[in-house]
């Protein structure tokens, strides 16, 4: 059994891959993020993912195509389904790439984070696993986010601050110079 899983970072795919490892043949990750903003948070985030990935001895299949005007030409006037956009982007292209290798599961370590609506997740990996008929992997790593964070630590890899795009971005850092201000 193979599975190949989406990379959204770093510090998400370290205890996935780590369990992943035990449940199939082959685990291989695939890097497509082309919503990340600013260019150097996204050439950061990229560069994490091949040390720990060198690391861990983790095969990965880079898809190395930063395209922010794509993604925010995709989400103009309809911010509030952004996120719609980013997981839909992003899953398709790992289940064409999926596909294409003959993998047997295709997943995404975004499932690992409480950050990400889940059920929007599950919604859009479902309809995308119908579209090109390749099964998607939906276990939840129990306990998985809280010891990333301690192994990604350990490791000494990069970690970010907000989800990614643009709008995160500006959600985290209007949120602390709120919180700032009002001390």
Aim: proline share 3%; glycine share 4%.
């Amino acid at each position: 059994m193979k599975i190949l899983v989406h990379i959204c970072c770093a510090p998400c795919a370290v205890y996935p891959f780590y369990k992943l490892k035990h449940d199939f043949e082959e685990v291989m990750g695939f890097w497509y993020n082309p919503n990340i903003h600013p260019f150097l948070e996204y050439q950061r985030r990229l560069e994490a993912v091949k040390v720990w990935a060198e690391k861990e001895e983790v095969r990965v299949i880079y898809k190395d195509e930063y395209d922010i005007k794509k993604f925010l030409r995709q989400v103009v006037y309809r911010e509030s389904q952004r996120c719609l956009f980013c997981y839909y982007e992003r899953l398709e292209k790992t289940a064409i790439f999926a596909r294409r290798g003959e993998f047997d599961y295709f997943s995404s370590t975004l499932f690992l984070s409480p950050h990400q609506d889940q059920e929007l997740l599950k919604t859009v990996i479902e309809t995308i696993s119908k579209k090109y008929r390749i099964k998607p992997y939906l276990e939840r790593i129990e306990g998985g986010w809280q010891k990333g964070i301690e192994l990604s630590k350990k490791m000494k890899l990069y970690r970010q601050e907000y989800c990614g795009c643009i709008y995160s971005e500006e959600e985290r850092y209007r949120k602390k110079y709120q919180e700032k201000k009002n001390r």
